[in-house]
């Protein structure tokens, strides 16, 4: 399975701070994505990142993809108890579409005030 | 506003019968999704329409069936068959592109469906 896996699997930290996590991933993709879900809700995209990209950002969320390790971080600086959610990597493999998406098991970020 | 419209939100069934949870869409996409999620797990993909009148199976599509006579239209029909069906089910879609090339997706705020 091409699954990704995030690590860790739950983070808390205080407001303010940076929170990192990671997604590791088994064969080669065509792209990797990061969406975050509230509590009880549906998933919201968040950023795509290509497999011939190192980094991008978008506002506060920074994104790296190293695909000779087959992993990939999201950054949230200056975090906000709003960004309290679990966030899942995407990755869709090469040749692939959204049919081939895989879901990792998520991360649950917890931003205590 | 565009967006994804799912109903029931809490929905719960006896065991032995069917039920069907709607997903409505007004962004135009041509593609839509149904995924199953459970507790501290990723998302699996149950069924798949990339165009009207043609949906494929997904990876766990056993005791579930789907429609797309409509574009805006993709109801999910959780059989008796399915012998867990107890999860939180979300709709999905994308466009063509998105469909074919990035993944991109687009979700509904889900159903929950408790069977008693």
């Known amino acids: 399975s091409q699954q990704g896996e995030e690590d860790p699997q739950a983070l808390s930290i205080q407001e303010g701070e940076n929170a990192t996590m990671n997604c590791s991933y088994k064969t080669s993709i065509n792209n990797l994505q990061w969406y975050r879900q509230n509590s009880g809700r549906g998933l919201v995209h968040l950023i795509l990142?290509?497999?011939?990209?190192r980094e991008k950002h978008s506002g506060r969320l920074r994104v790296t993809l190293d695909t000779s390790k087959k992993s990939s971080s999201l950054l949230i600086t200056a975090s906000r108890a709003a960004d309290t959610a679990s966030y899942f990597c995407?990755?869709?493999?090469?040749?692939?579409?959204?049919?081939?998406?895989?879901f990792g098991k998520g991360t649950h970020l917890i931003i205590q005030p | 506003d565009g967006g994804i419209t799912q109903s029931p939100k809490y929905l719960f069934r006896k065991e032995g019968q069917n039920v069907t949870l709607s997903c409505e869409q007004n962004?135009?996409?041509?593609?839509m999704y149904w995924y199953r999620q459970d507790p501290g797990q990723g998302l699996r993909l149950i069924y798949y329409?990339?165009?009207?009148?043609?949906?494929q199976k997904g990876d766990i599509a056993e005791g579930y069936s789907v429609s797309r006579e409509k574009k805006e239209s993709f109801p999910l029909t959780v059989t008796s068959a399915q012998k867990n069906p107890t999860a939180f089910y979300l709709c999905?879609?994308?466009?063509?592109?998105?469909?074919?090339?990035?993944?991109?997706?687009?979700f509904g705020e889900g159903s929950r469906l408790t069977v008693l």
């Open positions: 995407a990755t869709a493999y090469s040749g692939g579409g959204a049919d081939g998406l895989t």
């Open positions: 990142i290509r497999s011939n990209e």
């Open positions: 999905a879609s994308s466009t063509y592109y998105a469909a074919l090339n990035t993944g991109e997706l687009f």
């Open positions: 962004l135009n996409h041509d593609a």
């Open positions: 329409s990339q165009i009207v009148n043609d949906f």
